[in-house]
């Protein structure tokens, strides 16, 4: 049945994609336009998608009728438009390039002349939430709260806004895509400096906002069809106040400070607002609430799918990419099965029952000179999400999950000169400098005082650290079952936790075993267990008694996914591992697939025949294989994160289907592959490798003197890799190397001869083609 | 923290620990899905008797505000909804002891302490729930960990079913003053939230116990509303005896909430029925059969009224889009209707306040 509440079906919809991933527009996009593609074929419509990115789900053949490979922009999409004789268009699935395209369209007329119709959300709509001026005017209609702002057009109308509105202010770019050149200015000072960059980008509005930094902020995912039934799916706290943009905050579903008035009250306001915009199939609404009365701001509003609505589909198992498309077509949402449990309806707000925690993961530790600072401007370039049945089980899996290295809440793994400074002014290492601070024995008062996050996480996170110095008492003695059921609730590792006590994973995972504490599974059913689900959605958790679900005794294969999207590796990976899946099941294989990232396709839960949304971990994997018993683990389509445990998996006796993992290790060892080389006879500059940090030095010398290229093992695309051009550059790298691969620390290569461009430098004399090695590097996306 | 246990009459045990007030006892064992408002929830009359198992796996984060102030008792300027904690016991995975809002004062097992309630916490309530969904509602015990499943039955405190509603009415009339139109509540355990959605509306409540003579109040209300309240309705018989007798002869406007609906349907001639597990939660959808409209409404209910006893002159009002069930009924020549959702939420969405609206609008155009 076609939604009756569309007045004319169309037969050909064109659907833009968001082009190359950029920061703040990344995988997410690609997964929620699949979602769109796979509803609208499901209607028996003629697909028609524009999107240039070559890595994405939604461009290859199995989805859309007809990919072009054009930039997204008005010029192809309207001679697209003219040779497919499209009729509808969607401009909500490909974030905000296709919006902006979208509405460029519509101001050259485009759609009317050739007769296109917009689904969903109209045009009209989509300007009221993007032209702030416009934007407060329709909230006002309604008497909704704004944060107080002025759309400005020259230097001096913002001169003379801040005036009117005091100081502290953000400064922000209309248009634009996550807080673009957006700043928060304290002084005039701050004002003043800001200025030539916001109006030399040659932008037409500057919004001179009122800053509410320290306030809660929340976010709510409204969903509403042409019939007006309009519901939340999903509310979300982030962790950081107000003042640290949306993607660079550590968020929570569901919000976990607001009690019953405060949480009603924006759901009412959201829907309200929602009704009198007239949004049609998905938006985010986003507030800043007063952590100290009922006072609240409209912050802003998305007409489309975001990167926060991704994160809600996968926090809830609620399909909005999906369900907007179909609302699109005119269907109602009572209408709409309940995607997971099949025998409800998709007009419900899900309750969950376990803790969701989303965590930005950051790269600028490869750019030199960059601030590490976060604030109103969107940095990161991908993220994780984990779920667990606390805070701080959430919370620990998560930080573990965006693979810098640490082992959870670590109070110790990063130097802090000045931690009074760093709470205050925020970098990517806060979470790690709040740990620090608890540690140390500040109180939770005094930290809450710089940082301004909630007294509840930080209670939730000092009691994690608490444990963490029980662990570290601990050293040498043989921990109690008590205690380590604690510690496993509470989040930690089995790595972790040797390393806290002073012993091996192997020891603490037999100490593990021989007292029963396993992790259970427990199934994402969007009801809170009110209803049997019919989806395998699966997360571990160590504070389950109970396996929801029994593993099946088909012929199964374990897909390790690639974790969070990272410089070098991205969407690319996710096309892989979906790739696999659907290979594996037209061979009658059940798949399995474990990976975290929720900006990803391969964590839809209808993709594979079950889904495990986890850490991508020896421990995890080791506990999945003898629980699933399938018949083996692929570990070459998750990238780096995944071929890293391939060879413990692997000693362990776990079964790796494809390259074996002895291949795969004489591949990622440096040492062994540079001796591959020089048995097989192939040229390749001199090298040495060593393990030690003082032997490097040496080295250096032997080889001939600095420059030196210096690689690390089991490492991605070159990180840490670097050419060093004295000896405390050396050292410098060395230091850093450690971190980003821990688990193969110092073996690092020295090759004497040309730089990376291949350049020859001072008096060394090449040895060999860096080629290959250049060629695995990738740029971002 | 003591060690505790939740033992189900099918012999089911959970292991956890206490933190409320060190008692033993025993209740129809039901799960609500909420993700906030326990305050409200705890203390929502209609779950008097009943040992509340929250699947929300972090509760009390928000702690608890300031208690309630006795006087003056007709302002209702709290988040309560009733002057105490109306559960039987609480079965939790987590409670928060660290509690962070500007309302709060307690935290959530100081709260139960003091008001003499059992708590336990560190329970599988996935599991449990999964139990409940399966076998339906049972009985259960909370208990200490070294009581044995006979002493359990023998020495843990009960309360009588068939009493709930007398033991959560107020004990006396209360008046409340919002405007010129009076409305009389007929309180079988009434929220508190159903008297401020009135009054706030700008309309005077007479809140009288179910148990007392409601002819000398009618004469002088506007129109009846019907509140929810706990236990099975046919135990209310003597009320629905009253609305046959004394209220639909009046012709008022009556509008029921909850139980409301169901002692409505009941004087109306038609039947209830319980349900295996219940609708306890904040995401119920329900359908507007005439309008097709759809809302996410807050409910809790065990019993249910059942579509095909309805004589005639009444028809359904609201469908469950979930499991079809009953969500209200209305007479088709006369002003009366209900819901078995609750429109004052709290706690919940709001979505249905708007019949709060309706309803004073009927009874300021039927005003002699």
């Known amino acids: 049945m076609f939604g009756q509440y569309l007045p004319k079906k169309p037969r050909r919809v064109l659907i833009l994609g968001s082009g190359a991933l950029k920061i703040g527009e990344a995988g997410e996009f690609d997964y929620s336009g699949s979602q769109a593609i796979k509803a609208l074929k499901e209607e028996g419509l003629y697909t028609v998608l524009i999107n240039p990115n070559i890595a994405t789900i939604q461009t290859s053949d199995q989805l859309a009728d007809k990919v072009y490979f054009h930039p997204v922009d008005p010029y192809f999409v309207e001679k697209v438009i003219v040779r497919e004789d499209i009729d509808a268009i969607t401009v909500s699935f490909g974030g905000q390039t296709a919006l902006n395209c979208g509405v460029a369209l519509d101001a050259a007329g485009v759609f009317e002349k050739y007769g296109v119709r917009v689904l969903g959300t109209p045009i009209e709509a989509v300007r009221d939430t993007e032209d702030r001026r416009r934007f407060v005017q329709r909230l006002d209609e309604i008497n909704v709260k704004s944060a107080r702002a002025e759309a400005c057009h020259s230097e001096d109308e913002v001169r003379a806004a801040v005036g009117r509105i005091g100081l502290p202010v953000i400064l922000r770019a209309a248009y634009a895509l996550g807080g673009k050149g957006s700043r928060i200015c304290e002084t005039n000072d701050d004002v003043e400096s800001a200025l030539p960059k916001l109006f030399a980008s040659g932008l037409p509005q500057v919004l001179v906002e009122e800053s509410l930094r320290g306030w809660k902020e929340i976010e709510y995912e409204v969903v509403r069809d042409a019939r007006d039934n309009c519901i939340t799916v999903c509310n979300m706290e982030n962790v950081d106040p107000l003042g640290i943009h949306t993607g660079e905050s550590i968020v929570v579903a569901p919000s976990q400070t607001l009690n019953n008035e405060e949480y009603q009250l924006l759901r009412t306001i959201a829907i309200k607002t929602i009704r009198h915009l007239g949004i049609v199939g998905e938006c985010n609404i986003q507030y800043a609430l007063d952590p100290n009365s009922l006072d609240y701001r409209v912050i802003e509003v998305n007409a489309r799918l975001s990167r926060s609505s991704a994160l809600a589909s996968k926090a809830t198992g609620y399909p909005l990419a999906y369900v907007a498309a179909k609302l699109a077509l005119g269907y109602m949402l009572p209408d709409l099965p309940n995607a997971i449990t099949r025998r409800t309806s998709a007009f419900f707000e899900p309750a969950l029952d376990y803790v969701v925690c989303k965590v930005p993961r950051w790269d600028l530790e490869k750019f030199v000179g960059v601030e590490h600072k976060i604030g109103s401007e969107m940095k990161s370039v991908g993220e994780v999400m984990s779920i667990g049945k606390t805070f701080a089980e959430a919370l620990q899996k998560a930080l573990r999950m965006i693979d810098i290295g640490v082992d959870g809440i670590d109070p110790h793994k990063f130097k802090f000169t000045d931690i009074r400074k760093e709470l205050k002014e925020p970098s990517q290492r806060r979470m790690f400098a709040v740990a620090r601070a608890l540690h140390e024995g500040m109180t939770i008062d005094e930290v809450h005082a710089l940082s301004r996050i909630d007294e509840f996480f930080l209670s939730e996170i000092a009691d994690t650290v608490r444990l963490g110095r029980e662990l570290e008492d601990h050293a040498g003695k043989e921990l109690s079952a008590e205690t380590l059921g604690r510690a496993k609730k509470q989040g930690f590792s089995d790595k972790g936790i040797a390393k806290r006590t002073g012993t091996t994973e192997d020891i603490v995972r037999d100490l593990r075993r021989r007292n029963g504490i396993r992790p259970h599974v427990a199934q994402i059913d969007t009801l809170a267990a009110e209803y049997p689900a019919e989806t395998n959605y699966l997360y571990l958790t160590y504070h389950a008694q109970a396996d929801d679900v029994q593993p099946s005794w088909r012929k199964k294969v374990l897909v390790l996914g690639s974790g969070a999207y990272r410089i070098g590796s991205s969407v690319e990976f996710d096309w892989c591992c979906v790739s696999a899946i659907l290979a594996a099941r037209e061979l009658g294989f059940e798949t399995i697939v474990l990976n975290y990232n929720p900006e990803t396709v391969s964590t839809d839960y209808d993709v594979s025949d079950s889904l495990v949304f986890d850490e991508i971990t020896f421990e995890n994997v080791l506990e999945l294989w003898e629980r699933e018993r399938p018949y083996g683990v692929i570990v070459s389509m998750g990238g780096q994160v995944a071929n890293n445990i391939a060879i413990r998996l692997h000693r362990a006796g776990v079964k790796i289907l494809g390259t074996s993992p002895e291949s795969i290790d004489g591949a990622e060892d440096r040492e062994k592959f540079s001796g591959l080389l020089d048995k097989l006879g192939i040229d390749q500059p001199r090298w040495t490798s060593t393990g030690k940090l003082e032997d490097a030095e040496a080295i250096a010398e032997s080889l001939g003197g600095y420059p030196v290229l210096v690689r690390p093992s089991y490492v991605l695309s070159g990180a840490a890799m670097t050419v060093a051009h004295e000896r405390e550059h050396l050292r410098n790298y060395l230091t850093r190397a450690t971190d980003v691969s821990p688990e193969h620390p110092v073996v690092a290569e020295l090759e004497g001869g040309r730089d990376r461009r291949g350049r020859r430098r001072g008096r060394n004399r090449p040895l060999g083609d860096l080629g290959a090695h250049r060629e695995r590097r990738r740029s971002l996306g | ?368």
């Open chain 2, 1 to 368: 923290m003591q060690a505790m246990k939740l033992l189900l009459a099918d012999g089911t045990v959970y292991e956890g620990r206490s933190f409320g007030a060190a008692r033993e006892v025993s209740g129809e064992v039901v799960f609500n899905t909420g993700m906030s408002g326990y305050v409200e929830t705890l203390t929502d009359p209609s779950y008097k008797g009943q040992i509340l198992v929250l699947t929300y796996p972090l509760q009390g984060n928000y702690g608890v505000p300031a208690p309630r102030k006795i006087e003056p008792l007709a302002e209702l300027r709290d988040k309560y909804e009733s002057g105490r904690v109306q559960v039987q016991g609480l079965v939790v995975l987590r409670h928060s002891p660290n509690p962070s809002h500007y309302d709060n004062v307690r935290t959530l097992g100081q709260w139960l302490a003091s008001e003499g309630v059992p708590a336990i916490e560190c329970v599988d309530t996935r599991a449990l729930t999964r139990k409940l969904r399966e076998h339906g509602t049972v009985e259960g015990f909370l208990v200490d960990q070294k009581t044995s499943p006979v002493d359990a039955r023998a020495k843990t405190e009960h309360v009588e079913m068939a009493r709930v509603c007398a033991m959560t009415t107020v004990p006396d009339v209360i008046r409340y003053e919002g405007g010129p139109l009076k409305i009389l509540l007929v309180d079988t355990g009434a929220k508190d939230s159903i008297v401020r959605s009135i009054v706030a509306r700008g309309a005077s409540v007479i809140r009288v116990p179910f148990h007392k003579d409601l002819r000398p109040y009618l004469k002088e209300c506007d129109g009846v509303l019907l509140s929810n309240g706990p236990g099975d309705p046919k135990d209310m018989l003597s009320t629905v005896e009253q609305l046959k007798t004394a209220v639909f002869p009046s012709g008022k406007p009556i509008f029921g909430v909850c139980m409301g609906n169901q002692l409505l349907g009941l004087a109306a001639g038609g039947n209830t029925v319980k349900l295996k597990y219940g609708h306890r939660s904040q995401n119920q959808p329900v359908q507007d059969l005439l309008t097709r409209r759809c809302y996410v409404t807050s409910q809790n209910h065990g019993y249910v009224v059942d579509d095909e006893s309805l004589p005639a002159e009444w028809e359904p009002w609201f469908v469950n889009v979930n499991d079809g069930s009953n969500e209200g009924i209305r007479c088709r020549t006369r002003p009366w209707a209900s819901v078995q959702f609750h429109p004052e939420a709290a706690p919940g969405p709001e979505d249905a306040a708007f019949l709060f609206d309706d309803f004073l609008r009927l009874v300021g155009s039927t005003r002699v």
